[in-house]
């Protein structure tokens, strides 16, 4: 509704079944539907398959005719800065390739500098599983407290989980990036003094850059407050305030906000 994404009642009801096999067949805790990416000639369902850890035992799945879900290949870090070259529309076929030139440079004879170049070929599938991972790094969130890191080190739903206040959910404080913390080790020890561990292992929206990198309304008429990502076009994400209601979707192309530094 107010996010403007909208699954037609045919698409939701495939979908649905086919999250119920996912579930079964490979015998996830739990399954997300993820979002979608829109492909010129096909578009992909991203689904995760969530083991015992809600946040380390996670597998991103696709599937475009809502019956055969395919494993997205886990890629090492240089295959996934190789994939981020690739340019344009998602063609909807995980086999399809991109090209890429990479203009080399070389010592030449002297001072003389010698270009070389370099053709790239990038598969679409690797690309996808990239742009997955970068949004998900990016923009995927959930409210503070929603999720506990145990003793052991495990993260999982929090159960005593109530939601945020009005108040609360005003404050991008309040909100934190679904991932590994990058920005929390590099507290002073005297503001991390202050943190519960179980519940502060997270980094908060107020330190991403550039600022203002996210829209947040609140919708007075069913109680909603809705996160939209600037950098990352097509991520809504939803908390009821006063409930443990939460989630979050990505529609969209794939695509990143490259000149929002410069629109802020």
Same mark, same amino acid.
């Given at each position: 509704g107010s996010s403007g994404v909208i699954l037609s009642?045919?698409?939701?009801?495939?979908?649905?079944?086919?999250?119920?096999?996912?579930?079964?067949?490979q015998k996830?805790?739990?399954?997300?539907?993820?979002?979608?990416?829109?492909? +010129?000639?096909?578009?992909?369902?991203?689904? +995760?398959?969530?083991?015992?850890?809600?946040?380390?035992?996670?597998k991103y799945l696709y599937i475009k005719d809502c019956m055969n879900w395919g494993d997205l290949p886990i890629l090492p870090k240089e295959a996934q800065e190789q994939a981020r070259l690739a340019k344009g529309r998602f063609s909807g076929d995980p086999s399809n390739e991109f090209e890429h030139i990479l203009i080399k440079q070389l010592p030449g004879e002297g001072d003389e500098i010698h270009e070389e170049e370099e053709t790239v070929i990038i598969k679409e599938e690797d690309r996808l599983t990239t742009i997955i991972n970068d949004i998900s790094h990016e923009a995927?969130?959930?409210?503070?407290?929603?999720?506990?890191?145990?003793?052991?080190?495990? +993260?999982?739903?929090?159960?005593?989980f109530e939601g945020l206040s009005v108040t609360e959910c005003t404050k991008l404080g309040q909100f934190l990036h679904f991932r590994e913390a990058t920005e929390l080790p590099k507290k002073s020890l005297i503001d991390r003094a202050n943190l519960d561990k179980s519940l502060d292992f997270l980094d908060s929206l107020e330190e991403d850059v550039p600022k203002g990198s996210w829209s947040m309304q609140f919708d007075r008429g069913c109680g909603v407050t809705l996160l939209k990502s600037l950098l990352w076009p097509g991520y809504v994400f939803y908390h009821v305030p006063h409930t443990s209601s939460f989630g979050s979707v990505y529609y969209g192309i794939g695509e990143k906000n490259i000149d929002l530094p410069f629109m802020l």
């Open positions: 009642p045919e698409e939701a009801t495939t979908l649905q079944t086919a999250l119920v096999l996912l579930k079964h067949e996830f805790t739990s399954v997300q539907y993820w979002g979608k990416i829109f492909g +010129i000639n096909n578009d992909y369902y991203i689904a +995760i398959g969530i083991g015992n850890d809600e946040m380390y035992d996670r995927f969130i959930v409210p503070r407290s929603a999720y506990i890191r145990t003793p052991t080190g495990m +993260i999982s739903k929090n159960r005593t």
